[in-house]
């Protein structure tokens, strides 16, 4: 089976929730579908932050979002920001994980980014050898200031 990436839209919402109810990402604490809305919407008025799904026939089977940023720093080259990727479990192992973040890259790419950036918990070490397999090296630290 082929698949097909796309923008997601307000109507895939449900789809992108259920993958993000799975315990490898946020363990079944995810969003209402209103709540979603609210924040898709919001994320539409962000320039070059969007929202993308992975579909195999009328499957969705995966989902990331991509941030474009302009930077002051770097002579003004932009940089991507890769942030939410998730494959649904039953799917996993197939390649879609790396055809989505290969889209990714090449979206960055395109937008003459000199890096595309990801972080990915401490524990989720299958998910750090995926993209250490797919060329991402570990670079100094990422820092987390829990605010709740």
């Known amino acids: 089976m082929q698949l097909f990436i796309r923008e997601a839209t307000e109507d895939d919402l449900p789809e992108i929730l259920s993958l993000y109810h799975q315990p490898d990402m946020d363990s079944g604490d995810t969003l209402s579908l209103a ?3 609210t924040i ?3 994320m539409a008025t962000y ?3 969007k929202l993308y799904i992975a579909k195999m026939e009328e499957e969705t089977v995966g989902t990331f979002a991509l ?3 302009d930077n002051l720093a770097h002579r003004g080259t932009p ?3 890769i942030e939410d990727v998730v494959v649904k479990a039953d799917c996993q192992g197939k390649g879609i ?3 989505m973040m290969q889209f990714a890259m090449d979206c960055c790419k395109k937008s003459g980014c000199y890096k595309a950036a ?3 918990n401490m524990k989720r070490e299958n998910a750090h050898h995926f993209y250490e397999s797919l060329g991402f090296t570990k670079h100094g630290y990422s820092f987390l200031m829990d605010l709740n």
């Open 35 to 37: 709540e979603a809305k």
């Open 40 to 42: 898709f919407h919001r």
């Open 47 to 49: 320039p070059s932050y």
């Open 67 to 69: 941030a474009i940023m």
């Open 79 to 81: 940089s991507g920001l």
């Open 97 to 99: 994980g790396r055809q």
């Open 118 to 120: 990801l972080s990915s």
